[in-house]
C-alpha cells in the first residue's frame, strides 16, 4: 500500500516539475497557507513543491530565487492541489518523500547518453544541491540574505520543451491528412 501510494505521489510531483497544464484560474489560495518546513537546503525543496502544488504565488515567489521576465508564470501553470488535500499532501512530502542532499560526484543519467554530475563547487554555506530519489535531476538551493530558495529555471525550461514539444505534437496532426473509413 506505502509503495503504491508513494509511486502516485511521486509522479504527481515529477508532473508538477515536468509537464505543463493549462492554468486552473480564479482560485483562492489564501486557505491553502501551510506551516513552512524548516530553513534547510531540503526544507526549501519542500516549501517550493508545496507552494508550487498549490499554485500560491506569494510562497512561491518566497521559495524561488528570481527567474528571468516571465518565466516565473511557468511555474505557477497547471492543475493546482485542492485545499482539502493540503494537509495529506504536506504529510507526504514531509514523510514519504525522500529529500536529502546530494554529493559532489553523484551522477544523473540525462537522455541522449548524456549525464549530469554534481560538482565539488555546486556546495558552500550558501550552496547546496538537493536531490530526491523520483527526480530526474537533482535541484540547486542557495542562500539569499538567510533564506534558502530553490533555483527553479531548469523546471521552467522543462516545461517550456514540454510546451513546445506538445505545440509541434498538435501541428503535425493538424497538418497529417486524415482517412477515410
Known amino acids: 500500500m506505502l509503495r503504491v501510494r508513494t509511486s502516485c505521489i511521486l509522479g504527481v510531483l515529477g508532473l508538477l516539475l515536468v509537464v505543463p497544464w493549462v492554468a486552473i484560474q480564479g482560485q483562492d489560495t489564501k486557505e491553502k497557507k501551510a506551516e513552512g518546513f524548516p530553513n534547510t537546503p531540503e526544507g526549501a525543496v519542500q516549501n517550493f513543491?508545496?507552494?508550487?502544488?498549490?499554485?500560491?504565488?506569494?510562497?512561491?515567489?518566497?521559495?524561488?530565487?528570481?527567474?528571468?521576465?516571465?518565466?516565473?508564470?511557468?511555474?505557477?501553470?497547471?492543475?493546482?492541489?485542492?485545499?482539502?488535500?493540503?494537509?495529506?499532501?504536506?504529510?507526504?512530502?514531509?514523510?514519504?518523500?525522500?529529500?536529502?542532499i546530494g554529493r559532489p560526484g553523484e551522477k544523473f543519467p540525462l537522455g541522449g547518453g548524456r549525464v549530469l554530475e554534481i560538482k565539488p563547487v555546486e556546495f558552500s554555506p550558501d550552496?547546496?544541491?538537493?536531490?530526491?530519489?523520483?527526480?530526474?535531476?537533482?535541484?540547486?538551493?542557495?542562500?539569499?540574505?538567510?533564506r534558502w530558495k530553490v533555483d527553479a529555471a531548469p523546471m521552467v525550461a522543462g516545461r517550456k520543451a514540454a510546451d513546445a514539444a506538445r505545440k509541434r505534437a498538435e501541428e503535425r496532426a493538424k497538418a497529417t491528412p486524415k482517412s477515410k473509413p
Open 127 to 146: 550552496r547546496s544541491v538537493v536531490v530526491h530519489e523520483a527526480a530526474p535531476i537533482p535541484t540547486r538551493v542557495r542562500k539569499v540574505e538567510g
Open 49 to 100: 513543491v508545496i507552494a508550487m502544488a498549490t499554485g500560491n504565488e506569494r510562497e512561491l515567489h518566497e521559495f524561488t530565487l528570481p527567474l528571468p521576465d516571465g518565466d516565473f508564470a511557468w511555474l505557477l501553470k497547471g492543475q493546482h492541489l485542492p485545499a482539502e488535500k493540503l494537509a495529506e499532501f504536506r504529510k507526504a512530502v514531509a514523510v514519504e518523500m525522500m529529500f536529502r
